[in-house]
């Protein structure tokens, strides 16, 4: 395996030592999308939020240090989610934060159960974009926002790593996806159009079928 191929696995599945390393260069490469990220979700103390792909907890330690809410990760990796919680510990145990070991493709949550659903560079690893996009749907609640961070193919392409088992989606095709689940979409360009954000919103839908459980 080529150093390449390995930081890309690494990326898309962090796992022991080496998991720990990227996931280290990843906060601090992506310390201004991080940023964006945050402010794009104009969060309220009473949001429930979910990070998809939470990686080791780095961004969801700055929200919570910042907003009163109620917040869950979800990371396929077992071992980044055992660093999440040590990053996270005192959140986890007054209650306000929960890490899971989950796919995004098919979670254990109930319907309508988070007001905000956000993914920072985690598109690229999705094994089935419009399941995906299904799954979160169902589990936003109405009028919930998702909101999908991500660096353009643009500056991708700059980077050798990403020639291995990235998949490089327009964002024609995150429009298409997230529409055809239901959702109003919106792209826009950020850090002087070297990522996007595109913002789901699950519009058309006025109350659950229950009451979400928390």
């Not at 280290?24 to 792909?53: A, F, H, K, P």
């Not at 899971?100 to 007001?115: A, E, L, N, R, W």
């Not at 660096?151 to 327009?170: A, C």
Request: hydrophobic fraction near 35%; charged fraction near 20%.
């Amino acid at each position: 395996m080529s150093l390449n191929s390995y930081i890309a696995k690494q990326f898309s599945r962090p796992t022991g030592f080496g998991g720990k390393l990227v996931s280290s260069i990843m906060n601090w490469q992506n310390r201004s999308l991080y940023e964006e990220t945050i402010r794009l979700l104009s969060l309220s103390d009473t949001d429930s939020v979910l990070d998809i792909g939470c990686g080791n907890g780095t961004v969801l330690n700055m929200l919570a240090r910042r907003y009163d809410c109620k917040f869950t990760g979800i990371d396929i990796s077992a071992s980044i989610i055992k660093a999440a919680s040590e990053r996270n510990y005192g959140f986890v145990e007054n209650g306000r934060m929960r890490l899971m070991c989950q796919d995004i493709s098919g979670t254990s949550f109930v319907d309508c159960s988070f007001d905000k659903v956000y993914t920072i560079n985690t598109l690229y690893f999705l094994e089935d974009l419009d399941n995906t996009m299904t799954e979160i749907y169902r589990v936003l609640k109405p009028n919930g926002l998702f909101i999908n961070a991500f660096y353009s193919n643009e500056t991708l392409s700059r980077l050798p790593h990403t020639e291995f088992n990235y998949k490089k989606f327009t964002t024609e095709q995150l429009t298409n996806a997230g529409e055809n689940a239901g959702f109003s979409v919106n792209v826009v360009p950020i850090l002087n159009g070297t990522a996007h954000c595109v913002f789901y919103r699950k519009t058309g839908v006025s109350s659950c079928s229950h009451d979400p459980q928390s």
